[in-house]
Each structure stands twice: as C-alpha cells, then as structure tokens.
C-alpha cells in the first residue's frame, strides 16, 4: 500500500511539474518513485527470504536496488527541498556524484558480512539499520533545515511538511536503534512495532499533502505579486500618459481657433474627439486600479449630496441638458459606505444612460432610486434610453464588452461598476429592452463604522 502510494505522488508532482514547469517538482516526483521502488522491493525481499538463502544473486541484487533507491529518494528529497527554498537548480554534476556515492555505499552495505551465515545481526544492521540512520537523518535535517531558515518558514504546507519530516526522521532513527542495540549485547523491544507500518503510510501521506499545499501557497504567493505588478504597470503607464495627451488637447483647442478654414477644423475637430475618447479610456484604467488597490474606507454619507455631486460632473455632457432627472431628495436618505466607490459606481451609471439616451421621445428621463432597509442599501437607476438587447445581458458586465458597434465608451465602464459593487460586497443586477429603457439595481450591505 505504501508503494502504491508513493507511485500516485510520483505521478501527481510529475503532472504538477508539466503543468508550473518547476523543476524542485520533477526532483520530488524522481524522489518518490525511487521510495517507491525502495518499498516494492523491500516487499518482494521478505516475499523470498523463505526461497533463496542470503548469499543468493537474486537477494543480493533486490537488496543493493531497495538501500539505493531508499538512500536516492533522501537525495532528492533534500534536493528538491533546496531547490524549492533557494528558488533555483542544483548542480547537476554536483547531484550525480552524489548519487553515485549512495549506490555505492549500497552496494557495499549489500554485500558486507554475505558469507558468514553466523552474522545475521551484523547483516540486518548495514543493511537494514545504516540505512534508516541514513533516512532517518536525510528527513531530520531537511525537517529542521525548514525551521531554521525563518524566513520560509509560513504557510501550512510547510509547517505540515517540516512535522512529517521531523516525526518520519526519528521514526527511521528507531529502526537504526533496533539493530544497533543487539550488537552491543541489549535486548531491545518497541511495543508498538506492529504499527509502524501504519505510522510510515500516515507520515507518507501527510509529506505529500504538505508538499501541495506549499506548492499552492508559493503559486498563491506569485500570483499576487504579479497582480501587485501588473496594478502597478497599469496605474503609472496610465497616470504618465495622461500629462502628453492633456498637452495634445490644448494644442489642438488653440489650432481650432486659430484656423479659418472650415475643413480644416472639422479634422481639429476630430482629432480632438479621438484623443477625448483615449483620455476616457486611460481614466477608466486608472479608475479600475484605485478600485483593485485601495482598501474599503466607510464614513456616514448623505446620498442626496453624493447624487448632487455625480449630477454636476456630468451635466455638461452632450445631450445631459435635455435630460429630466426624476429623484425625491429626503433627509433620511443616509448611509455608511465608501464614497469614492459609490461616486465611481453611480458616475459610470449615469453617464452610460446620458450617453446612450433616446432625446426623440418625449420626455426623456433618468430616474434614481434609494431605498434602505434591514441594514441593506438598495439604489436603481432608470431611463427610457436605447435599451440593451438580453443577448448581451450576461456578457454586459465584462471587461472592453461592447453591446454594439455604435458604442462610445471604452467598453470598461460597467466592469469597473462590477468590480467596485464587489468590493461593497454587494451585487448588481440589469433589467432591459431594446427601445424601452434599462434598469440597473445595486444592493448593497450598509458596513458598520
């Protein structure tokens, strides 16, 4: 059973390995195919001990096969421990000398003591006990070599990892033990000897487990850092192309009106139109890194004030002053929440529904709704604009989407919406048709301050 087991964890860090291309992977999954080589053929040893007598070419042989492959497996262990720590390869050459001096001093622990039928005792002890010492000292040392190196040493898999190693160790030492003592004229008993197998599959398990899960962690761990990195890229790239394309804006506003010919500014015109276009584009990435970055900030809000404030930022938008805003300040209408979210969300909402309003009808409107009860705040935005076909509705939310050819904005307005109704720890939801209107409905737990 034990082999079998360590055949799986081979196989499992092998598939790991192909999947991160870690090479400490490919040193883990080497070391416990030769444990279970060491086990297989352990196994198969006690199977002939009743057929061939010691000095047998075929005893011989499995065990020289089972103490290299138990003596390799601590190799590289130790190995692919070092690697994992250090976060680079160790040296080749380096590693194949030393697994050369391990087969060799299986070789000769297989071959000592082979003629004298009297020495079984001198037999079971460089075979069996130098090589637990062996083992027993190879998982000790990497068990504290762990501890020691403070700065690794977090996480569950590693703690996991170093008390198996720890607990396997001295569990190896007391074989070493068993065949020492008899030697030196001490009869020695372990009461629990009968459970020592059951132990050895328990610490098997448990250095594999540890093993994933430190893996997982040091996955986790990198790819928050490459998010950190890539917020970061995202929020300087954006913030310094935000000076030059200021600059460009100015120079074309003082061409147009220093140029006469019509055609002529018609072009200003749309130069002007697609560098506006790319200043928006370039705000709602940084909008979307200050959202990713910044921790929840809660202060008792008036929503009346914060919808004032929306409403004079975008009141001067093409089309805004044809626009009735249909809402019933009430004095009662106030909130813990994180205002800069809040104006983010409500900001991108209203904008989205001036921009893509219907100013043929009638009475064009945007209706806005606050009701908070429960400790719930839920806030609907309404208009009878253009409306959203229900085809796009579950992909409407998705970062640079675009409903239709025809839409002006940079396709990350409601992605940032999204991510900021995240961070509130709340959920927003759409209700719309194609020339009728839309409705989006925010529900939004109420933090305590």
């Known amino acids: 059973m034990q082999g079998v087991w360590c055949i799986i964890l081979a196989f499992l860090f092998l598939y790991t390995f192909n999947v991160y291309r870690k090479h400490y992977l490919k040193i883990w999954s080497l070391s416990w195919c030769a444990f279970a080589l060491y086990l297989l053929t352990a196994a198969s040893i006690l199977q002939i001990m009743w057929i ?15 103490i290299s492959a138990s003596y390799i497996q601590t190799v590289l262990l130790f190995i692919g421990t070092w690697e994992l720590i250090n976060e680079r390869k160790f040296q080749k050459s380096r590693l194949f000398m030393i697994l050369l001096l391990a087969i060799a001093l299986a070789t000769v622990s297989g071959i000592l003591f082979l003629n004298d039928t009297s020495a079984s005792d001198e037999r079971f002890f460089v075979r069996v006990s130098v090589r637990a010492l062996i083992t027993g000292a190879g998982f000790l040392a990497t068990g504290i070599w762990i501890i020691i190196t403070t700065s ?19 569990e190896q030492i007391n074989y070493f033990i068993v065949g020492l003592l008899p030697l030196i004229g001490i009869e020695y008993k372990f009461p629990y000897v009968a459970h020592l197998g ?21 996955e986790r761990r990198d790819l928050k850092k490459a998010n950190a990195e890539l917020d970061s890229f995202f929020y300087s790239t954006s913030h310094d192309l935000r000076s030059p394309i200021a600059s460009i804006l100015g120079l074309t506003y003082l061409a147009k009106h220093q140029s006469k010919d019509q055609e002529t500014l018609e072009i200003f015109e749309r130069i002007e139109g697609r560098i506006q276009k790319l200043d928006e584009v370039i705000n709602d990435i940084l909008n979307y890194s200050k959202n990713s970055k910044r921790i929840l900030s809660v202060t008792k809000l008036d929503f009346n004030v914060l919808l004032d404030d929306v409403i004079g930022a975008v009141k001067f938008a093409k ?30 909402l209203i904008s989205n529904s001036v921009k893509y309003h219907d100013l043929s009808k009638a009475d064009p409107y945007i209706k806005v709704g606050f009701h908070k009860s429960g400790g719930v705040v839920t ?33 990350l307005g409601l992605f940032i919406v999204k991510e900021a109704v995240k961070k509130l720890n709340g959920t927003i939801s759409l209700e719309s048709s194609p020339g009728v209107g839309s409705t989006f409905k925010i529900v939004i737990p109420e933090p305590e301050l």
Do not use: C
């Open 52 to 66: 061939y007598p010691v000095d047998h070419p075929v005893w011989v042989s499995l065990t020289i096969v089972s």
């Open 152 to 170: 690794t040493f977090k996480g569950l898999g590693k703690k996991l990892l170093t008390v198996a190693f720890i607990v396997f160790g001295l």
């Open 198 to 218: 059951l132990l050895d599959f328990f610490l098997q398990a448990l250095i594999g487990m540890g093993m994933v899960i430190w893996l997982l962690e040091n």
């Open 319 to 348: 089309g805004a002053s044809a626009i009735r805003l249909d809402y019933e300040p009430n004095e009662k209408n106030l909130l813990n929440g994180d205002k800069d979210r809040l104006v983010t969300i409500l900001n991108n």
């Open 379 to 411: 806030i609907t935005i309404s208009d009878n604009g253009n409306g959203i076909d229900p085809k796009h509705h579950s992909k409407i939310f998705d970062m640079f989407y675009r409903a239709s050819t025809d839409s002006q904005g940079s396709g």
